[in-house]
């Protein structure tokens, strides 16, 4: 099979052991730097270059597309989904992943446990949510980042008031979580 590994880091330890996994088990592989990649709309067959040629056909990508880079790479990735190429990630999910209200959405349609969450926009209904949610302490989180990178323990009503506030002035949406204790 030939394989396509969708990574701004060739060097990094997960993508070589991405590779020599796949070479253990007899595939061709090559490591495609994702921002190399011009996406080919002008043809009725969709195409992709890559590095200023035309791509040649993969059996498989596995797209390992950095937060940096969302917006390019899933379009990259969509353009694999259109010439049939297999992406065990799909743009679709890799987006999802990327929003966190979209996917706590998705677990609670689901029926996966979440803690109790929720979204609001308007400074009059701040104090009502945290009070949904079971009361302070909080976690406030931005709807996008990774890593705990936009993650607030807000102690008391105040403090999250005062944060969601903050936040929602500055054209951040926020999600208002009951702290899980550990």
Known sequence: ???GILSRAPRAYSTKRLVAAAEERGHTVRVLDTLRFAIDLSREEPELQYRGKPLTTYDAVLPRIGTSITFFGLAV????????VYTPNTSTGIANSRDKLRSTQL?????????????????????PAIERVGGAPVVIKLLEG?????????????????VIETLQSTRQNVLIQQLIAE
Request: hydrophobic share 45%.
């Open 1 to 3: 099979m030939k394989l």
């Open 77 to 84: 990735v969509r353009q694999f989904e259109q010439m049939r």
């Open 107 to 127: 677990f609670s349609s689901h029926g996966v446990g979440i803690p109790a969450t929720t979204f609001v926009r308007d400074r009059g209904d701040v104090l």
């Open 146 to 162: 990774t890593q705990g990178i936009g993650v607030i323990l807000a102690p008391d009503n105040k403090v999250a008031e005062a």
